[in-house]
């Protein structure tokens, strides 16, 4: 991820070097550099849209399936820029307060919208260009857990999927972040056990930055996980007295 991101400032961003030389060059710019300057850009945006996510067993299944069951692995698509993942970057000269302040979930859509009705311009010259440079290829790794502070897609849900798959994508798990299955076991066992404290931390931290209405929407997905965190504690409890 960071190589594809390096070749592609490089490409697109001025550096020290060349930013000398069209100080040097300014009393007389060749025709080729301004050329080429043309083609450089401001800033530029990289975003990060797909995932492979983590959900503790807790959450997908009920509980986990036996021992030594690492939770559940999918990979999923997104029409929006992950936070993880997303990365800014600006040419030497260029002043920070240059480059727009836009949510990750806004960015992806604002910045595609200024190729034709540009708000914001990243190109050195003022003309709709492309700003932002979607990376499809590259996956993050992203937990889902009750731990999450906004609690998007975080839910007591079934999500089905066959073994075959399941160890394939474990195996990719383990070659591309290194992340084996006694660990994330290890793990998926500590939040089922811990489940009902976790989101009850969880929702006293809520708001800590949180404002508004986004506090208030985070709030209440917390709490209904830890309403029906504690009816499945007492199924549980109900099932072993039987």
């Known amino acids: ?9 490089t490409g697109h961003l001025i550096s020290k070097s060349q930013m000398d030389k069209y100080k040097k060059e300014s009393s007389n710019v060749s025709k080729q550099t301004a050329a080429y300057r043309k083609n450089k ?5 990289w975003c990060m849209p797909h995932a492979y996510n983590w959900y503790p067993s807790v959450l997908v299944n009920g509980s986990k399936q036996s021992e030594n069951d690492p939770g559940h692995v999918t990979m999923e698509g997104n029409s929006i820029c992950l936070t993880t993942g997303l990365t800014s970057a600006i040419s030497v000269g260029v002043d920070t307060f240059d480059v727009p302040r836009i949510a990750h979930h806004k960015v992806l859509a604002r910045l595609k919208l200024d190729k034709k009705k540009p708000r914001h311009f990243c190109g050195i ?36 999927q066959d073994e075959i798959r399941s160890n394939l994508l474990w195996d990719k798990m383990f070659q591309v972040f290194g992340i084996d299955r006694e660990r994330a076991t290890h793990a998926n066992n500590y939040i089922e056990k811990n489940l009902l404290a976790i989101l009850k931390d969880n929702l006293a931290g809520q708001c800590s930055h949180l404002k508004g209405r986004l506090c208030e929407k985070s709030k ?23």
Not at 1 to 9: F, G, N, P, V
Not at 41 to 45: D, I, L, P, Y
Not at 128 to 154: E, N
Not at 220 to 242: M, P, S
């Open 125 to 160: 010259e003022k003309k709709a260009t492309s700003c932002i440079h979607v990376l499809d290829k590259v996956y993050a790794m992203r937990a889902r857990t009750p731990t999450s502070d906004g609690m998007s897609g975080v839910s007591f849900r079934k999500i089905g």
């Open 41 to 45: 850009m401001k800033w530029m945006f």
């Open 1 to 9: 991820y960071l190589e594809s991101i390096q070749k592609s400032a």
């Open 220 to 242: 209440k997905n917390v709490q209904a996980l830890i309403d029906a965190a504690a009816v499945k504690a007492v199924e549980v409890r109900q099932g072993k007295q039987e």
